[in-house]
């Protein structure tokens, strides 16, 4: 006999398979929280390099030899 079986004779109304559905629930809410942050880090990440390469390549366009301006 199993468990839930022996709680719905006992009177003890006990859905074990919603809480377990519900605990699964949480903890793939969880993952999809801590994937939309890592893709949040890399995304910001990437931007950031793109505008330092961006800055990179605008003072050596400005100053074709390299040479900063004084």
């Known amino acids: 006999m199993k ?26 809410k969880q993952i999809q929280e801590m994937a939309g942050a890592v893709t949040r880090l890399i995304i910001n990440e990437s931007i950031k390099e793109a505008k330092a390469r961006a800055a990179e390549r605008d003072r050596l366009l400005i100053n074709p030899d390299g040479a900063e301006k004084k």
């Open 3 to 28: 468990l839930k079986d022996l709680l719905d004779r006992a009177g003890i109304r006990n859905d074990i398979d919603k809480a377990l559905e519900d605990k699964e629930a949480a903890k793939e």
